[in-house]
């Protein structure tokens, strides 16, 4: 299998369609992660509302996840009858971490912060990943300067995989009316002024004309923010 492959086989604009020609033409093995914001929750509702059985739904649960997010991953799973894959840090890692450390020792430099990230959200993805041939993700190219030179389909050198980023194109304004449309459940925190939600300690609600990630790790400065999961 190769770029072009599946550049053949996603030759619609259509999401739900993208989908499923995908998981009906590639026997390998196919994962989604969800963190459940806006993205997330449209592929969620296009793999659940056509039942497609053969991609995974999983998610990382760091530990330190809003009140909110773990409400709409209940209300996802009751809405759809559907299972989310729970995937946890490691707990010797942590543990190790929080008593050299401290509980929010991330706030104290850049390193330890991305140690935190590695910890909670990196290594556990990449057991979520072990034996995946094609990982979809909500990525959108509007979120940050750093994601304008991601494609909507990608070989993963680090992860051996293929990447499938079928919202890559799509604006906030379609992914808000898509979700409306389809009374899919949504993370309460958005009405709030959260646009990327992580972990609740190092999220905060931006204002308007903000860079998208300006809420992410907001004492560090705006260079290249991102947690490790897309590099």
């Not at 809405?79 to 707990?91: D, T």
């Not at 034996?131 to 959108?140: E, H, K, Q, V, Y």
């Not at 995989?161 to 009374?183: I, S």
Request: proline share 3%; glycine share 4%.
């Amino acid at each position: 299998m190769d770029d072009t492959f599946l550049k053949n086989i996603v030759n619609s604009n259509n999401l739900e369609e993208n989908l499923k020609l995908i998981a009906d033409t590639i026997d390998e093995k196919i994962v989604f992660s969800t963190s459940f914001g806006i993205e997330d929750q449209v592929i969620s509702h296009a793999i659940f509302s056509q039942n497609i059985k053969n991609i995974e739904v999983f998610t990382l649960d760091t530990g330190r996840l809003f009140p909110e997010t773990y409400s709409v991953w209940d209300k996802t799973q009751l809405q759809y009858n559907a299972k989310i894959k729970a995937f946890y840090p490691n707990s010797d890692s942590i543990e190790k971490y929080i008593n050299d450390n401290g509980i929010n020792a991330f706030y104290n430099s850049v390193d330890l912060r991305k140690e935190c990230c590695s910890i909670r959200k990196v290594e556990p993805l990449n057991r979520a990943l072990v034996g995946a041939t094609i990982w979809i993700t909500g990525l959108r190219a509007e979120q940050s300067n750093n994601r304008n030179s991601v494609k909507e389909i990608e070989w993963d050198e680090e992860k051996q995989l293929y990447k499938f980023n079928p919202l890559l194109n799509w604006t906030t304004d379609e992914v808000v009316e898509y979700l409306k449309q389809n009374a899919v459940p949504y993370n309460l925190l958005h009405n709030e002024g959260f646009v990327s939600i992580g972990c609740a300690p190092c999220t905060r609600a931006i204002q308007p004309g903000d860079d998208f990630r300006a809420g992410r790790w907001w004492w560090e400065d705006q260079s290249k923010k991102e947690c490790g999961l897309h590099k």
